[in-house]
């Protein structure tokens, strides 16, 4: 640890030298021309000072030389080195300069200076010092001196092995001087707040062997503080609904609400309100299906019958009681009226005019026939019409010379009425008449006539005359000696 705390140590004042050093020549490598020491002194002092001797060489080394040597070595080194080193040290001086200075402190110095004669300061650099120092010197480190060394380590590789001299020699240690906080891809919570209400907190991803913010929330909630949804327990009239879910503290609970779309328990019977029954006072019964009312073809009515029909009913009556009243419907009820059906009332075989109206004009009754004591009636009907008021007959062939004549009536008051005959005959067939002084020359022929078919026929003229009145003729070459002589004639 102590070798830990010095390299840590040496680090420090190294850089804070080579801030101040800056100029000549940076972290170039020194390639040292001075002329080389020829100090051949062997100290062999046995001191044991733990004091914090500072060197104060006066060489003109341009390396930023931090000697930290607690050795309490009294002797000023005078060296007129002009090292140019090509020490890229941050370090503390690894000054390999061709110093041929020999002088190999043998003393039993138990102090803690890591001053070494050959100026390897404990740097944590990688000097590429190219310089070609002659120093007989074997030994690459001060025991017990640190430095970074080359060893890949760490949780990416990107990180060097702390080294550690021991018997002089550089050794990696078990220290890993690493850049790196985490392996790539590692995770692991964060800090940053994230989440559906804020309480989660994003994952840390290592990117480049730092931690960062991944999109990964980790976040305890599961909702969004007063969200609503349906859950999945199971509620309602047929259990087929889910109870309505709110977020609180993040989490789903089930509220008292049931999100349902069922109405009613199923097979559960209700009265609907669609009208049915004899009079249309009832309802329909309804069911409930799968959660939904629905009509069944049971009607709910309290009316036994239909308004204004009848029937034989159940009440006794007649003379020897072998009747039953018949019954009316009223107000949906049959209600038994005082007419007596099945008694005898009268005897076989009798008729009567019953009481059903019937006929042309309404006016005659249906004749009753007495059927099992009881009067029924028949299809006859009494009625002293024989026609529908306001309807017309033509009777043909009923009248006339022959029968061939047609007459029109009309009813009035139930009878027909009309007796005027439409003929189309003219006389009798077979009849024969003459017509006097109809014809001839002096119209005192007559003719004669047969009648055929309805209608007369003929027209020869019988005259009497053969000539016409006052006119005259001459009969020429009809008389006289010779019948060559004329007569005058007057009609």
């Known amino acids: 640890m102590n070798s830990l705390k010095w390299f840590v140590l040496v680090h ?40 914090s001797d500072t060197d104060t060489d006066s060489d003109t080394d341009t390396d930023t030389d931090t000697d930290t040597d607690s050795d309490t070595d009294t002797d000023t080194d005078t060296d007129s080195d002009t090292d140019t080193d090509t020490d890229t040290d941050t370090d503390t001086d690894t000054d390999t300069g061709t110093d041929t200075n020999t002088e190999t402190d043998t003393g039993t110095d138990t102090g803690t200076d890591s001053e070494t004669a050959t100026d390897t300061d404990t740097d944590t650099s990688t000097d590429t010092d190219t310089s070609t120092d002659t120093d007989t010197d074997t030994a690459e480190c001060e025991n017990g001196s640190t430095r970074t060394g080359t ?19 550089w050794q990696d240690t078990s220290i890993c001087l690493d850049p790196d906080e985490c392996l790539n891809d590692d995770t692991r919570p964060g800090l940053t707040p994230c989440g559906w209400n804020g309480n989660g907190a994003l994952d840390e ?36 609904g889910v109870r309505e879910q709110a977020c609180v503290s993040g989490q789903w609970e089930d509220t008292l ?11 559960a019977l209700q009265p609907g309100s669609t009208s049915c029954g004899y009079n249309g006072n009832g309802v329909w019964q309804l069911e409930c299906i799968d959660g939904a009312w629905s ?5 709910l ?8 029909d009848t ?9 020897s009681s072998s009747g039953l009243l018949q019954q009316n419907c009223v107000a949906g009820q049959w209600t038994d009226t005082t007419l007596c059906v099945g008694d005898d009332v009268c005897t076989v075989p009798s008729t009567q005019a019953g009481t059903t109206v019937c006929g042309y004009n309404g006016n005659g009754v249906l004749e009753q026939e007495c059927v099992s004591g009881q009067w029924a009636d028949t299809a006859t009907c009494i009625d002293d019409d024989e026609c529908t008021n306001g309807a017309t007959q033509t009777l043909t062939d009923v009248c006339g010379f022959n029968n061939l004549g047609d007459i029109d009536q009309e009813c009035i008051a139930g009878q027909w009425t009309g007796d005027a005959c439409v003929d189309p005959d003219e006389c009798t067939n077979g009849a024969t008449q003459t017509l006097t ?43 006289g000696f010779n019948g060559l002589a004329d007569i005058d004639q007057d009609c």
């Open 12 to 51: 420090v004042i190294g850089a804070l030298i080579a801030g101040c050093s800056g100029g000549g020549g940076g972290g170039g490598d020194d390639t040292e021309t001075g002329t080389a020491d020829t100090d051949s002194d062997t100290d062999t002092d046995s001191d044991t000072d733990t004091d």
């Open 151 to 169: 060893t890949a380590c760490g949780y990416n590789d990107n990180g060097l092995l702390a080294q550690e001299c021991v018997s002089s020699q």
């Open 205 to 240: 991803i290592c990117v480049s062997g730092q931690w960062q913010d991944s999109e990964v929330c980790v976040d305890p909630d599961e909702c969004a503080e007063g969200a609503l949804q349906p859950g999945t327990t199971a509620c309602g009239f047929n259990n087929d």
């Open 257 to 267: 609400t049931c999100i349902d779309d069922d109405v009613c328990v199923n097979g």
């Open 295 to 299: 009509e069944t073809g049971t009607c």
């Open 301 to 308: 009515d309290d009316d036994e019958c239909t308004n204004g």
């Open 311 to 319: 029937r034989t009913g159940t009440t006794t009556c007649g003379l």
């Open 437 to 479: 002084d109809v014809c001839g020359f002096n119209g005192l022929g007559d003719i004669d006539q047969d009648c055929i078919s309805g209608q007369w026929t003929g027209d020869a003229c019988v005259d009497p005359d053969e000539c016409t009145n006052g006119a005259t003729q001459t009969l020429t070459d009809v008389c």
